[in-house]
């Protein structure tokens, strides 16, 4: 746990107005051994960036070393951190490793920047390999075997029938990514756990249903809605080859007697692949339609991307709009712990309020 007593960036509990102030907390291990009493009278800054994405969980750490006080640790060390608030259980936000280390100065600093562990080089590796005949769920369990990974993916991407694609001088990484892009997927890797799931399911990969997180404009100070019609379509049309035969076709997903129509350049090798891969298209342009950036005054070190969401407070557009946690970061710093989410809006079948952003498939 932190030194309270001397960390100046946690906010120590003090009365104003007659009022106790929370004070926040944090737990940092480097392979094994806690720094959080050595670190707290020195810790400039920590941040984590959590994202949904094939991009990996990033933590910064900004340390004072104008004493002298501090080793530069190793890359490819370990970091354990939790976070939350003095009086309350600290939630764990995994393992992350030593990616990149700066010391600059005068006055002398440490900066730290440590990614999600088993984000391994072997997972950028390119290599080249042909799935035939395969379901998604053997694809991602195979790759995720060849990395020492836990496979977490939904039964309902599992059963998915891929006659065949190639892995043509690509990594795992970019090939999963691109595997994640077609089906609308999260793809990402936390803690030795592969994860392969809907965007925006409101479920874990193992189907458990997570709890709508209820968001008033009393939880924050500063927001962001924004609404673009540069990237709103009304229709996703992909191409393929049918049976390997030379004759172009497509599928359209939206509607065929829209206009708006958004045309996707690569060619698929099967009208399944297609159709998917439009589908999964067309979802990301509705969501997109409309963000929402909060920052919410007090950290809320629960919170992680894809918790569905409500807000209330603000404009009826905003409050009737179902929103998505796209991506996260939580800030311990001269300004306390702060918890900024940007939201994208979720498709919500219990409810039409939200059709000005979000348009069926017909």
Not at 86 to 95: C, M, S
Not at 341 to 358: C, G, I, M, N, Q
């Amino acid at each position: 746990m932190a030194d309270s007593n001397n960390n100046r960036n946690t906010n120590d509990s003090v009365k104003r107005a007659g009022r106790v102030q929370p004070q926040a907390d944090y737990r940092v291990t480097l392979d094994g051994r806690d720094l959080s009493r050595l670190i707290a009278p020195d810790l400039i800054s920590l941040s984590l960036s959590e994202s949904r994405s094939d991009e990996a969980d990033t933590l910064d750490i900004v340390i004072d070393d104008s004493k002298n006080k501090f080793a530069i640790p190793k890359r490819g060390a370990a970091i354990k951190l939790a976070l939350g608030w003095v009086g309350e259980p600290l939630i764990d936000k995994g393992t992350f490793t030593v990616d990149e280390v700066e010391h600059s100065g005068a006055p002398d600093i440490i900066t730290i920047r440590a990614r999600s562990a088993s984000m391994t080089e072997a997972m950028h590796e390119r290599r080249e390999q042909s799935w035939h005949a395969q379901t998604l769920g053997a694809i991602v369990k195979a790759i995720a075997g060849r990395h020492e990974l836990k496979p977490a993916i939904a039964a309902a991407l599992a059963q998915i029938a891929i006659a065949h694609i190639d892995q043509t001088h690509e990594s795992d990484m970019s090939f999963l990514t691109r595997l994640a892009k077609r089906y609308d997927a999260v793809m990402n890797v936390k803690d030795l756990n592969l994860l392969f799931m809907p965007i925006g399911t409101g479920k874990t990969a193992s189907g458990k249903a997570l709890s709508v997180l209820e968001l008033t404009r009393k939880s924050g100070d500063q927001h962001r809605y924004h609404v673009s019609q540069r990237e709103s379509y009304a229709a996703v049309r992909a191409h393929y080859h049918s049976n390997g035969k030379s004759k172009r076709k497509s599928v359209i997903v939206g509607g065929e007697n829209n206009h708006n129509v958004k045309v996707l350049p690569e060619d698929y090798p099967d009208e399944a692949q297609a159709r998917a891969a439009a589908q999964a298209e067309f979802n990301r342009t509705q969501r997109s339609q409309a963000t929402f950036d909060y920052t919410l005054a007090r950290g809320r070190a629960e919170i992680f991307p894809e918790l569905p969401v409500t807000v209330s407070g603000f404009k009826p557009v905003i409050d009737e709009t179902p929103w998505l946690v796209k991506t996260v970061r939580h800030e311990l710093g001269e300004g306390g712990f702060t918890t900024t989410l940007a939201l994208e809006v979720r498709d919500d079948p219990t409810t039409d309020k939200h059709r000005s952003h979000f348009r069926r498939t017909t």
